[in-house]
């Protein structure tokens, strides 16, 4: 049985810094293509970020980059997506995705999900 599980969220300040993490399971880790997406309150489900096996290519939504980096560590089956400078529009449920393959994509179109984890960022 496949398993993402996301931690790191949590409340932080405007300008501050979280790292999210995603520890996968039941799954072939280098794989999959590792993403992570978010969704806010009445708002669709958006992309954030993702990585390919290797870490050589990576994407990033134009609202996070700069900001935001992707990574992962294939011995320990795990994503991670630090993020600074941090704005309140970046409040959201923060859900990491395995996608079966090596290309990275932008779109829910992903295999598996992990239960999200939320992020919220005060002005």
């Known amino acids: 049985q496949v398993q993402l599980v996301e931690s790191g969220g949590g409340l932080v300040q405007a300008g501050g810094s979280l790292r999210l993490s995603c520890a996968a399971s039941?799954?072939?880790?280098?794989?999959?293509?590792m993403g992570w997406f978010r969704q806010a309150p009445g708002k669709e489900r958006e992309f954030v970020a993702a990585?390919?096996?290797?870490?050589?290519?990576?994407s990033y939504a134009d609202s996070v980059k700069g900001r935001f980096t992707i990574s992962r560590d294939n011995a320990k089956s795990t994503v991670y997506l630090q993020m600074n400078s941090l704005k309140p529009e970046d409040t959201a449920v923060y859900y990491c995705?395995?996608?079966?393959?090596?290309?990275?994509?932008?779109?829910?179109?992903?295999?598996?999900w992990g239960q999200g984890t939320q992020v919220t960022v005060s002005s």
């Open positions: 995705a395995a996608r079966f393959g090596q290309v990275v994509t932008t779109t829910p179109t992903y295999n598996y």
């Open positions: 039941g799954l072939s880790f280098s794989r999959y293509v």
């Open positions: 990585i390919v096996w290797s870490g050589r290519s990576t």
